[in-house]
């Protein structure tokens, strides 16, 4: 009972020191410097059709208002839904789009575009001729089309559709119309939950079965909940063609997934079941797959999925029967799937833990076995009747295997591509390209039996990405292009023609914004230019940039971005103040911590989510610093958390130190999400900082106790870690000015909004210097214009007070 008392005495004392300490502010603005470089036109997003003859631009804001963030709102099952126009309230819209053919300059204007353009979920039409959107209208969600023959937009339906579960729409296969998701014409009204009294308590029971289930966000509560998300996730189908004449496919059901079969028979469609949960997310409810012929008549149940709130443990956990149920991209009507043979668990020693099998049309004969994999299924690239791709991987041991296989029924054994730690960037053989079929389905890009990889192509010298040509028959690799571009980043999009070596690809540099090129990979010649966008930031044009190496102590390897002010003398060396920014990243092995995925020719963005902003304002900026945590063999990186945290950050200061740019007193360390996590941590456990800035972070791991970022084990397992990492549990040794921000409708898993106001709360219990500030509305990440302005205001302010201008005690 004394416990009881003190503890109790604790929150009332907390919450009214909190009452009295609250700071009355209205929305601020950044200094001029920042000022000029966040209102800036955004470039488009660049989306081309499959043969690279069509390019579509798409505009939006830069930033949300805080009139858009206050939408009505429903939080179901994982879910945030706008009830009223039933679609996502989170999502970002586009509010133009342009045309322009690849091989012509001038960028047309589409006719006919709503006005006050509200447009998502943009999709080619099968024949490359069309492309379909969303338009969000204040009462629901309409479907247009674009005519890409006369460059004219039309609305096809009224504001009628179902976007709730996601993309309302799919494309019939012969491009004369779609199957669209809409409202069904009877549906119940929501009910009001705030006003409608319960018909008795919520109970949860466990039947012994152990489960162990992340802490998720936005969960169902109650029946009430329940109703309202049934009614929101169902729809009805209707096949809708490009007049808009509609014709009823489907009656009602919560439907989340459609897929025609390449030839366009079949459809496959998935509908979620009953039980719901309440500590689970949408997407791990029961659903059923069902096969459809195209005129709407049902053909069989292919499979049931049950309710996921009882896997095994692990991350490599998963559940038995069919699952990564698709259409194999190189038949007609073949269906294919991966079912589990370890029973799920990865407890469970097997020497294979998946099985590919496929089951051609009609689906009623025996499945028939394709592959084994030694570890978890990731994925397959269909080629043809001789040749496919699949991947799997193992979290615990970081490995990825590339197998090419026979899928035509053979006896030929798979071989294995490529086994490798799939964190070893220096190792990684590229990626396998792919090209649209006959069918119009993606299959593997081939001449031949010559497949083509495009690899990042990291090395310890640099990133020279390159493309390989594969003999799928001898397995001898050759080499067709490697980067040499000086002064510049080169990122390989996509083949235009494999045969004449035309690709295209993206060259940017620090000053110059990211634009794509053709490039001739059998002539000597520039490539051609396909954009012209130009630098939005030319006021910092003059900044140095410079990805600098180091060492930590333990002889393992780090990298960081280094930006020096426009005009710093780096021979004089003015001793600046610094701010670094950091996120943590788990390793099993030293090596791949310590490889450099830094490219100091990338263009340099700004964005709130960057600290780069400061060298305007007179800053050095160790940006993106490596922050590995390392363990190898038994050991799991989390074992060692705090000394190797403490460690990469004396480093990242050390080095900059050295070449006598920086006043080693006069240092700032920030960072977001789990980022923030660690800023918390650094400023508890060393006195390297000045002060700090942590942003949507976690600080107290007992509020994530079945596993968080990359730790696997339950808080049970290893309480001793938990409690080390929690800088909650040490609330009492931080002493450093600590900046916390929050979105008041934090989303993330894990992260709650309440994790930065109990913190907070502790911190002012023993005196911290430290400032909370709840920004309106927000998620995880910041959208609102109004809060991003006054978040660079705060976060300006405390380093102008606590680093660049410190007094030293």
């Known amino acids: 009972m004394k416990n009881h008392n003190l503890f109790y005495a604790f929150l009332l004392l907390t919450m009214t020191t909190m009452v009295q300490s609250q700071e009355k502010i209205t929305y601020q603005i950044p200094p001029r410097e920042i000022m000029a470089l966040v209102d800036v036109e955004r470039a488009p997003a660049v989306d081309m059709d499959s043969r690279k003859e069509q390019m579509l631009f798409y505009y939006r804001n830069s930033f949300k208002s805080l009139a858009e963030l206050n939408q009505p709102e429903l939080r179901l099952g994982g879910l945030r839904i706008n009830p009223v126009a039933n679609i996502s309230s989170t999502l970002t819209y586009y509010n133009n789009v342009r045309y322009k053919k690849t091989k012509e300059k001038e960028v047309q204007t589409i006719k006919g575009l709503p006005e006050d353009a509200r447009m998502a979920y943009f999709s080619f039409s099968p024949d490359e001729t069309k492309i379909a959107f969303t338009h969000t209208v204040d009462r629901g969600v309409e479907l247009w089309v674009i005519d890409l023959t006369d460059i004219t937009a039309r609305k096809i339906t009224d504001a009628t559709l179902n976007a709730n579960p996601g993309i309302p729409y799919t494309w019939l296969p012969n491009s004369t119309g779609l199957l669209v998701k809409m409202l069904p014409a009877d549906r119940a009204p929501l009910i009001d939950t705030k006003s409608v009294l319960p018909v008795g308590p919520i109970v949860s029971v466990s039947d012994g079965q152990i489960a162990q289930n992340r802490t998720y966000q936005d969960l169902l509560k109650n029946p009430m909940d329940e109703a309202n998300f049934e009614t929101l996730m169902t729809s009805e189908l209707y096949q809708v063609d490009l007049f808009g004449t509609k014709v009823r496919w489907k009656e009602a059901g919560m439907y989340i997934g459609e897929e025609f079969s390449p030839n366009g028979d079949y459809l496959l469609l998935t509908t979620l079941e009953h039980p719901f ?8 409810f029961p659903n059923r797959t069902d096969i459809y012929r195209s005129n709407g008549q049902f053909l069989l149940n292919f499979s049931r999925q049950p309710l996921l709130d009882h896997l095994p443990v692990g991350f490599m956990a998963t559940w038995e029967g069919k699952r990564n149920i698709h259409w194999r991209a190189d038949k007609p009507a073949v269906l294919a799937w991966v079912e589990a043979l370890d029973q799920g668990d990865p407890e469970v020693e097997v020497p294979y833990r998946d099985e590919l099998f496929q089951l051609e049309a009609p689906f009623t004969g025996t499945p028939r076995f394709l592959l084994k994999t030694m570890q978890r299924f990731a994925g397959v690239i ?33 071989q294995i591509l490529s086994d490798r730690n799939y964190q070893d960037v220096y190792s990684h053989p590229g990626n396998f390209q792919t090209q649209k079929n006959e069918l119009g389905s993606y299959t593997l890009m081939m001449d031949g039996a010559t497949a083509y990889l495009f690899g990042d192509g990291f090395t310890p010298e640099g990133q020279f990405p390159f493309i390989d040509a594969l003999d799928l028959k001898t397995l001898q690799k050759k080499r067709i292009y490697q980067s040499a571009v000086s002064g510049q980043a080169e990122t390989l999009i996509s083949f235009v023609d494999s045969k004449k070596g035309t690709v295209v690809i993206r060259l940017e540099s620090p000053t110059e914004y990211p634009n794509y090129y053709l490039r001739q990979l059998k002539r000597k010649k520039d490539p051609a230019p396909l954009t012209a966008f130009e630098n939005p930031f030319k006021s910092i044009e003059g900044v140095h940039k410079e990805v600098i190496s180091y060492q930590r102590a333990d002889g393992v390897a780090l990298t960081g971005t280094l930006y020096l002010p426009a005009g710093y003398d780096r021979q004089k060396k003015e001793k600046l103040p610094m701010i670094m920014w950091a996120y943590p990243t788990e390793y099993k092995d030293k090596n791949s911590a310590g490889q450099n995925t830094a490219n100091p020719y990338t263009f340099t963005y700004l964005s709130y989510g960057n600290p780069i902003y400061w060298v305007t304002r007179g800053y050095a900026v160790l940006d993106d610093a490596a922050f590995p945590i390392v363990g190898e063999g038994d050991t799991q990186p989390n074992d060692s958390f705090i000394e190797q945290l403490v460690a990469n950050a004396k480093a990242a200061i050390d080095a900059v130190d050295s070449l006598g740019y920086i006043d080693r007193d006069r240092v700032a360390v920030g960072g977001h999400s789990y980022g923030a996590f660690m800023t918390a941590n650094l400023l508890t456990h060393s006195d390297l900082f000045a002060a700090g800035i942590a942003r949507s972070g976690a600080y107290n791991r007992t509020l994530t106790p079945f596993g968080f970022q990359s730790e696997e084990r339950n808080y049970w397992e290893a309480p001793e870690v938990y409690d080390a990492m929690s800088p909650f549990m040490h609330a009492d040794k931080m002493k450093t000015p600590m900046l916390i921000v929050h979105g008041e409708a934090d989303n993330n898993s894990g992260t709650h909004t309440m994790q930065s106001e109990r913190y907070f709360q502790a911190l002012k219990r023993f005196g911290a210097p430290v400032r909370l500030v709840i920004l309106p509305m927000e998620s995880h990440g910041y959208a609102a214009r109004e809060n991003v302005l006054h978040l660079l205001w705060e976060q300006d302010r405390w380093l102008e007070t606590y680093v660049k201008n410190r007094v030293k005690k």
């Open 382 to 414: 269909w080629g043809n009747d001789r040749y496919a791709v699949a991947n799997d991987y193992w979290w615990n041991t970081r490995n990825a295997k590339t197998y090419l296989f026979d899928p035509s029924g053979s006896n030929r054994e798979p």
């Open 277 to 284: 949960s309440y500590v689970v997310p949408w997407y791990s």
